[in-house]
């Protein structure tokens, strides 16, 4: 059974930095791409970042470009996301998500989701 795990949530001044992780288990890291999306009240998912096999390869969303970096550490079977110069829009749940494909940024190409850590940006 696969299971994805998010930490590193929590609240953090504007301009701060946090990193969030997800370990995954019951799936091996080659299996497939891996990415980040995040939701907020009233909003639909947004795709954040993905993250290739090797992890050579990766591809930020709109709003992470300049600020937020991917990776992973495939011996620990994690990745990671590294999230500075937060802002107030950054305030969401952040989820974790593992295919089977490429990177993208589509959601419904991500069979396994987490349960989400929450990411709150004070002012």
């Known amino acids: 059974q696969v299971q994805l795990a998010e930490s590193g949530g929590g609240l953090v001044e504007a301009g701060n930095s946090l990193e969030l992780s997800c370990e995954a288990s019951?799936?091996?890291?080659?299996?497939?791409?891996m990415a980040w999306f995040r939701q907020s009240p009233g909003k639909e998912r947004e795709f954040v970042a993905s993250?290739?096999?090797?992890?050579?390869?990766?591809w930020l969303g709109d709003s992470a470009k300049g600020r937020f970096a991917i990776s992973k550490d495939s011996a620990k079977n994690t990745m990671y996301l590294q999230m500075n110069n937060l802002k107030p829009d950054d305030t969401a749940v952040y989820y974790c998500?593992?295919?089977?494909?490429?990177?993208?940024?589509?959601?419904?190409?991500?069979?396994?989701w987490g349960q989400g850590t929450q990411v709150t940006v004070a002012t």
């Open positions: 998500a593992a295919g089977a494909g490429g990177i993208t940024a589509t959601p419904t190409a991500y069979p396994y």
């Open positions: 019951g799936r091996p890291s080659s299996s497939g791409a």
């Open positions: 993250i290739s096999v090797s992890g050579g390869n990766n």
